[in-house]
Nanobody, 120 residues
Framework: QVQLVESGGGLVQAGGSLRLSCAASGSIFKIDIMGWYRQAPGKPRELVAAITSGGYTNYADSAKGRFTISRDNAKNTLYLQMSSLKPADTAVYYC??????????????WGQGTQVTVSS
């Protein structure tokens, strides 16, 4: 019943900005760490940024200073504000969350992904 849905991807010019959102829904009791990952064609999936329920963040070196991860715990929503975008940021961005359902055990969940394309 738990699912994550990303939104906000699209085409943007180099140097531009984009804001991604990830909404968690279903029979959720608690959400621990949430994060954004990305995967470019032919490349392994990599962590972009992660955030704990208390707001502690961790960023990939490539994202530091340009991306900001945040979350609204009341809305079970994760965000990624991306600025100064580069063509190298082009990838499918996936939302990940460690979730405890109303009934059950902790599990990692993935969204379907949203495409971000940065043109030069």
């Amino acid at each position: 019943q738990v699912q994550l849905v990303e939104s906000g991807g699209g085409l943007v010019q180099a140097g531009g900005s984009l804001r991604l959102s990830c909404a968690a829904s279903g029979s959720i009791f608690k959400i621990d760490i949430m994060g954004w990952y990305r995967q470019a064609p032919g490349k392994p999936r990599e962590l972009v940024a992660a955030i704990t329920s208390g707001g502690y963040t961790n960023y990939a070196d490539s994202a530091k200073g340009r991306f900001t991860i945040s979350r609204d715990n009341a809305k079970n929503t994760l965000y990624l504000q991306m600025s100064s975008l580069k063509p190298a940021d082009t990838a499918v961005y996936y939302c990940n969350a460690n979730i405890l359902p109303r009934y059950g055990t902790w599990h990692d969940h993935w969204g379907q992904g949203t495409q971000v394309t940065v043109s030069s």
